[in-house]
Every structure is written in structure tokens, then in C-alpha cells.
């Protein structure tokens, strides 16, 4: 169980507005159909969003993400956020302070099926926020329903 409110979510692309928003396009379910394995995916983006507790005692938070059977990634290393942060939410009246960040990959290797997993790991402790299983799609049955002509007859006459 976190101590704090994270989430993760995979999506196709993130967009960073010049007001500073940031658009995240085509967020992705929780299974995809892979293509051929091993391949690639375009596009792969990742964003973290964190609410810390004001008065929480946190020092270190990094962010990143495994592909299965291939990397880990770091998204981001929040050391030196964390107290400006909880700092400008406190003078702001703000209940918790908000950390976000993201990663992109492009284009991301798919070494196998399995699960790409988003992590956070605060002060030496590691936490799974957000998932995306790689799947492959459903085969398509070989044999087709016989004409009805021929489909056994559910009464006798």
C-alpha cells in the first residue's frame, strides 16, 4: 500500500502546452494487442502525478518504468523538488503538494509479452502506481459453424 495518492498512466503522447499544461493523448487500457514480438510500439509515454502529505518527512522520490524482459527507465528524480514544493503548497493553502512528471519512448522496444510496469520509489521503498499488459490478440477459430441444413435438429418430430 503508498502512503500517498500516485498514479500512473500510459498513453500514446504527451503534449506540453506553453502555458504549461500538459495534454495527454490516446491514454491507453489496461491491455493492449501487441504486434509482432519482438517489435516496437511508435509511441510510448508514461505520466507520474504525486500528492505528497504537507507534513510528510519524504527526502527522496524517483519515478520510472520496466518493460518486460528489457529495460527499467527513469522518468524522474524528484530530490530536489520536494521541499520547494510542499513549501509553495503550504503558502498557497493547498492540502498536499503536487509533483507530476513524464517519460516518453520513442520508439519503445518489445522484447516480450508481459507487463510494462510504472514504479515509484520513495526513500528506498518501491511502489507499483500503473500497468499495461502486453497481450497478444485472440486467435481466430480454424473451423467454421456448420450450414444450418446440416446443424443437428433441436426437437424430433
Known sequence: MRPFPVI???CEDIREEKTGLRTLIGVLPDNVIAGSVPGLLPKLFCYFHIHLDLESDVRQIKARIKF????????????ELIEATKAEAKAQGTPFAGLMAHIGVVPAPIQQLGRIEAFVEVDGTEYLCGTLNLIQPATASIASAPPFGQSPRASAD
Not at 529495460?71 to 524528484?78: D, S
Open 8 to 10: 500512473a498512466l500510459f
Open 68 to 79: 518486460p524482459g528489457g529495460p527499467i527507465l527513469e522518468a524522474a528524480n524528484f530530490d
